[in-house]
Nanobody, 122 residues
Framework: HLQLVESGGGSVQPGGSLTLTCSASPYPLEHYVVAWFRQAPGEERAEVSCISSLARTTTYVDSVKGRFTISKDNAKNTVTLQMDGLKPEDTGVYYC???????????????WGQGTQVTVSS
């Protein structure tokens, strides 16, 4: 029953930054594990980063470690993905997903947002 909406995507040059936001309603995200997934053209959707329900644990795929940061803001009921040092291979549609349990998120049982496009090119 959780509703999710992503925002913040756009086009940026290599080395640039973007901030993606996942906004949730009506339930608090502190009750859910939340992950960001990326789907590149012609490829399967894959998890990029995950944050536990109480934000005590975060995970990142190796290709984004040191460049991306995931965080929760309980007052705003949002999860943010700060993306720095962007590369062309980061291009794709980014989705947030939330579920009960622990990281990683189970894509078969999660609630999903509509996605937001990120394009990194010269």
């Amino acid at each position: 029953h959780l509703q999710l909406v992503e925002s913040g995507g756009g086009s940026v040059q290599p080395g640039g930054s973007l901030t993606l936001t996942c906004s949730a309603s009506p339930y608090p995200l502190e009750h859910y594990v939340v992950a960001w997934f990326r789907q590149a053209p012609g490829e399967e959707r894959a998890e990029v980063s995950c944050i536990s329900s109480l934000a005590r644990t975060t995970t990142y795929v190796d290709s984004v470690k040191g460049r991306f940061t995931i965080s929760k803001d309980n007052a705003k009921n949002t999860v943010t993905l700060q993306m720095d040092g962007l590369k062309p291979e980061d291009t794709g549609v980014y989705y947030c997903a939330a579920d009960a349990g622990f990281c990683p998120v189970d894509p078969r049982s999660a609630s999903w947002g509509q996605g937001t496009q990120v394009t990194v090119s010269s």
